[in-house]
T-cell receptor, first 113, second 111 residues
């Protein structure tokens, strides 16, 4: 158990809908990262927050957004969902903003029908 | 061409054998190199990390980085069936913790 929690574990929704994925980092970690893992693209970095501020952006679509709250939990919002958004979404956390040791949560499996 | 290349396998070895995994990369700015293990339907788990070139050993695991060749390796000695998983290499430059992952190699250790 990495200490990172993610909810929900599974999510099934329809195209065009909007969903919110939630992540609680390890105790004491200030940085949160979001990743998408699909069969064809592998594990792709989406976005990073550090202590409430956006720090880095990766291959995140404009339909996706995220935020980190004062209690350091983070939410990833996915809107206008498409079939291709079906994937595993992982959250990871680390102590600082450039800490190489990131600890991953168990992921949320999203299925868009 | 992807920044990080990794053979997806599967790589099947008998129990007790040495597992040899590797990744190549194109971005010479990468300085931190990691290996993660991912069991089916679970999140990646950090196994090893190395800064710059050199070797690092931890129990049955040895990580090697050759920056001149842009090549990293992970060796698993005395492999066990419980080592059956997907192994992902990851690397980053010295800023912002933005990891670039390889595709992952599926390893199967047969009893």
């Amino acid at each position: 158990d990495s200490g990172v929690t993610q909810t929900p574990k599974h999510l099934i929704t329809a195209t065009g809908q909007r969903v919110t994925l939630r992540c609680s980092p390890r105790s004491g970690d200030l940085s949160v990262y979001w990743y998408q893992q699909s069969l064809d693209q592998g594990l792709q970095f989406l976005i990073q927050y550090y202590n409430g501020e956006e720090r880095a952006k990766g291959n995140i679509l404009e339909r996706f957004s995220a935020q980190q709250f004062p209690d350091l939990h983070s939410e990833l919002n996915l809107s206008s969902l498409e079939l291709g958004d079906s994937a595993l979404y992982f959250c990871a956390s680390s102590i600082t903003s450039d800490q190489e040791t990131q600890y991953f949560g168990p992921g949320t499996r999203l299925l868009v029908l | 061409q992807k920044e990080v290349e990794q053979d997806p396998g599967p790589l099947s070895v008998p129990e007790g054998a040495i597992v040899s995994l590797n990744c190549t990369y194109s971005n010479s700015a990468f300085q931190y190199f990691m290996w993660y293990r991912q069991y089916s339907r679970k999140g990646p788990e950090l196994l090893m990390y190395t800064y710059s070139s050199g070797n690092k050993e931890d129990g049955r695991f040895t990580a090697q980085v050759d920056k001149s060749s842009k090549y990293i390796s992970l060796f698993i000695r005395d492999s066990q069936p419980s080592d059956s998983a997907t192994y992902l290499c990851a690397m980053e430059t010295d800023s912002w913790g933005k990891l670039q992952f390889g595709a992952g190699t599926q390893v199967v250790v047969t009893p």
